[in-house]
């Protein structure tokens, strides 16, 4: 078609895809312009179409529509936004999963099954002084706990992807002087944290941003462990717990040269981190130290670095990727919808719990409807059947205008 432009109107020539059914990603007809990509053309035709009588589209009105036609439900359509803010292609994946419908369709059949049991059970109750049974109880006891299941798998989900925003935590720790603070400066490329053979020098605690075959984290250096003696290595200890408490892993680091007594030390306190952060990698540092006598220490089954030399930094870093895509890749939701929907997953839960519960106490079925009833309610929620304007004006506020 041609698009009178300027003044002197001017034809520009410009391709239109017009949908005129319902069958568009708004549930809508919808007609989209193609033009060439100069910017004054651009303004022009946009203002000639905004004068004609139409309006810029909102923050994620394209995405609402979609939703509000029932085109996607609530879950996918907060994949759109974690597929434009995806931060690495584990993300990525995540997002694009969801907004496939993968979550979607899990939930989908557990609240189409939930409501047929429920069904079964309200009709049983009109029938109750037939004494007529609708619904098979160990069978509906199988699928309740089948249910909660799913509900504590999702839950568990949902803790990983809360902690886990755009980049994870490495967090290395160890006894004072054990060869964290020189791993470091290797493992980030330049000296950031002051070395010395002094035990204790590192009192605060230093982060840097790495990415290892599209894994991005912060890799952070704390002090070593050991008895606080005065208030500058309490309010240290006080940091390095915070650090471990919010790390998505701990990379403990035991070099080959400690003492029998030593040993006990970073094996006790290797013991009490676990107790703080049980996801834990623990490696040999300063395998420079190795002498070819020590074949005891030499022929340790944990992964070894040398920082001084550079040997096994590679290796390193790719075992701390491997291990962060573990954590991340079972995710089935972004962190957007795991954080929505965790209240709801809990109240689910603990409907299904208080079923279960009714359903071993052979309690009448009007408890156990009761108690579905309220699960459904918060699949409703999750998903969208239930949903309130402020719900979707969170939601949809931080999109950014055309999705």
């Given at each position: 078609m041609q698009i009178p432009i300027g003044q002197d109107d001017l034809k520009l020539s410009a391709h239109v895809c017009f949908w005129p059914t319902h069958r568009s990603f708004t549930g809508e007809s919808l007609a989209e312009l193609h033009l060439i990509g100069a910017p004054p053309l651009l303004n022009e035709v946009l203002s000639r179409i905004l004068t004609s009588g139409a309006r810029p589209a909102e923050r994620g009105e394209f995405t609402l529509r979609a939703f509000l036609a029932g085109r996607i439900d609530l879950v996918q359509a907060e994949a759109v936004l974690g597929v434009i803010d995806a931060g690495n292609s584990q993300e990525l994946q995540t997002a694009l999963a969801q907004l496939a419908g993968g979550i979607s369709g899990r939930l989908a059949d557990l609240r189409e099954e939930l409501l047929l049991h429920l069904a079964d059970l309200e009709a049983g109750l009109d029938f109750v002084e037939e004494d007529l049974e609708f619904v098979q109880r160990d069978e509906l006891l199988a699928r309740l706990q089948s249910a909660r299941s799913m509900f504590s798998e999702l839950l568990e989900q949902n803790s990983n992807r809360m902690l886990s925003?755009?980049?994870?935590?490495?967090?290395?720790?160890?006894?004072?002087?054990?060869?964290?603070?020189?791993?470091?400066?290797?493992?980030?490329?330049?000296?950031?944290?002051?070395?010395?053979?002094?035990?204790?020098?590192?009192?605060?605690?230093?982060?840097?941003?790495?990415?290892?075959?599209?894994?991005?984290?912060?890799?952070?250096?704390?002090?070593?462990?050991?008895?606080?003696?005065?208030?500058?290595?309490?309010?240290?200890?006080?940091?390095?717990e915070d650090q471990l408490q919010r790390a998505n892993l701990v990379v403990w680091c035991s070099p080959p040269d400690l003492s029998s007594e030593e040993q006990r030390l970073d094996e006790a306190l290797r013991t009490q981190c676990l107790l703080v952060n049980p996801t834990m990698l623990h490696i040999q540092t300063k395998n420079d130290l190795l002498k070819s006598a020590d074949t005891f220490k030499a022929e340790s089954a944990l992964p070894v670095v040398s920082a001084e030399q550079g040997t096994g930094l590679e290796e390193l870093l790719a075992t701390i990727a491997a291990r962060l895509s573990t954590i991340r890749g079972d995710a089935e939701m972004i962190g957007a919808t795991a954080a929505r929907c965790e209240e709801s997953l809990?109240?689910?839960?603990?409907?299904?719990?208080?079923?279960?519960?009714?359903?071993?106490?052979?309690?009448?079925?009007?408890?156990?409807?009761?108690?579905?009833?309220?699960?459904?309610?918060?699949?409703?929620?999750?998903?969208?059947?239930?949903?309130?304007?402020?719900?979707?004006?969170?939601?949809?506020?931080?999109?950014?205008?055309?999705?």
């Open positions: 925003q755009s980049r994870m935590k490495v967090v290395l720790a160890g006894l004072p002087n054990a060869g964290k603070s020189t791993l470091f400066n290797q493992l980030i490329g330049r000296q950031a944290a002051l070395v010395s053979s002094m035990a204790g020098t590192t009192r605060d605690y230093l982060s840097a941003a790495l990415s290892v075959s599209g894994t991005f984290f912060d890799l952070v250096d704390t002090a070593g462990w050991e008895h606080a003696r005065d208030g500058i290595e309490a309010a240290a200890a006080e940091l390095r809990q109240h689910a839960r603990q409907g299904i719990d208080r079923a279960i519960a009714a359903l071993v106490d052979q309690a009448g079925d009007e408890f156990i409807s009761l108690e579905l009833r309220d699960v459904l309610d918060h699949l409703g929620r999750i998903m969208g059947q239930v949903y309130t304007d402020d719900i979707l004006d969170r939601i949809f506020s931080r999109f950014c205008i055309g999705k």
